[in-house]
């Protein structure tokens, strides 16, 4: 078709493409209306250490249910809250939820300590820390519970107001997590600019530990390197016995993945924390006194 504004133009209209912009844009109304509305929930993955699969915390996802489409994954939506600055709304739903939990069960004597997810856009904002400390305090959260779990990519980000919003955290008690580790790009000399706590190591080179044995060297390269910088590594997205035994072989402190278990909301996880103290506790007497 001519443009009436470009008459020189031919412009090609690829329905499918304005199909994905419209859909688009009616989930980034979407998104705004369910944040608005508080209809977002947040699930919990366990991790387990490694040596004997005790709580090692759990890892907060957010999920979204919406009203026509049904499940809509974060893989999908994450992006759209990112590129409309949704994001910053979304994040402190997270936070606050995920801090309102960990402050419960921490009433109720379980210390369990929870992993957030953050996006480059949140951490980009000067007041970020503030407002993280803020919710944090508000709930009477723990803040040693609490994880910041970042993207490789951003890790390496040269703005220095990451570096320093990220530093307040980590000074009021807060840890730093590096999360898909070994999939970013790797500028690894940046890695030495802040201190972390924990870097999870991506499900992309867990899934082939099993098959590749230069898969298993990458790992292991990776484990001496967080554990030179005290990190403690975590193997995320372990689906078989197979992978945990590896990653655990290698040195990995913390096991997360359906292996485990997959994400729970709050009542299921502590049922399913129960169930394993429970059998694990079964397993000490047996040892003790035989079957
Ligand atoms: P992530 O932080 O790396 O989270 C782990 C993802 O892997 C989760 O997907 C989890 O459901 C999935 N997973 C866990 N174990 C396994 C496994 O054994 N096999 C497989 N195939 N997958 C496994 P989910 O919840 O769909 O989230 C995808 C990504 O979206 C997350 O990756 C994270 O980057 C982002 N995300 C999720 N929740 C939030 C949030 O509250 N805020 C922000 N900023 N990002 C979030
Ligand atoms: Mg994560
Ligand atoms: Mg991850
Ligand atoms: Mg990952």
């Known amino acids: 078709a001519a443009s009436p504004a470009f008459p020189d133009c031919l412009i090609i209209y690829d329905s499918g493409l304005m199909q994905d912009i419209k ?143 990220l530093h307040r955290l980590r000074a009021a008690g807060l840890k730093l997590a590096i999360d898909d580790f070994g999939i970013g790009y790797s500028n690894l000399a940046h890695l030495a600019e802040l201190d972390f706590d924990a870097l999870k190591m991506d499900r992309s080179l867990i899934s082939k530990l099993e098959t590749s044995s230069r898969t298993v060297e990458v790992c292991r390269a990776i484990v001496n390197l967080g554990k030179a910088l005290g990190c403690k590594v975590v193997a995320e997205g372990v689906e078989t016995a197979g992978q945990a035994a590896a990653a655990s072989k290698l040195g990995c402190d913390e096991i997360q993945g359906y292996y485990v278990s997959a994400e729970l909301n709050a009542a299921d996880y502590i049922d399913w924390q129960d169930r394993v103290e429970a059998t694990s506790l079964i397993r000490t007497v047996r040892d003790i006194f035989g079957e």
């Open 23 to 165: 859909n688009r844009d009616g989930l980034e109304q979407d998104l705004h209306q369910a944040i608005a509305d508080r209809s977002l929930q947040i699930v919990y993955q366990p991790k387990v250490h490694s040596s004997d699969w005790s709580n090692a915390g759990v890892e907060a996802l957010v999920r979204w249910r919406h009203p026509t489409r049904g499940e809509v994954s974060p893989g999908d939506f994450i992006p759209i809250a990112e590129a409309s600055g949704l994001i910053v709304d979304l994040g402190m739903f997270v936070m606050a939820e995920a801090a309102r939990q960990c402050a419960e069960w921490s009433r109720q004597g379980r210390l369990i300590g929870v992993s957030i997810n953050v996006a480059a856009g949140q951490v980009a904002r000067p007041d970020f820390a503030d407002k993280v400390l803020e919710i944090i305090e508000l709930n009477d959260c723990p803040p040693t519970l609490v994880t910041i779990e970042i993207t490789e990519t951003m890790a390496h980000s040269n703005n220095n107001r990451f570096v320093e919003q």
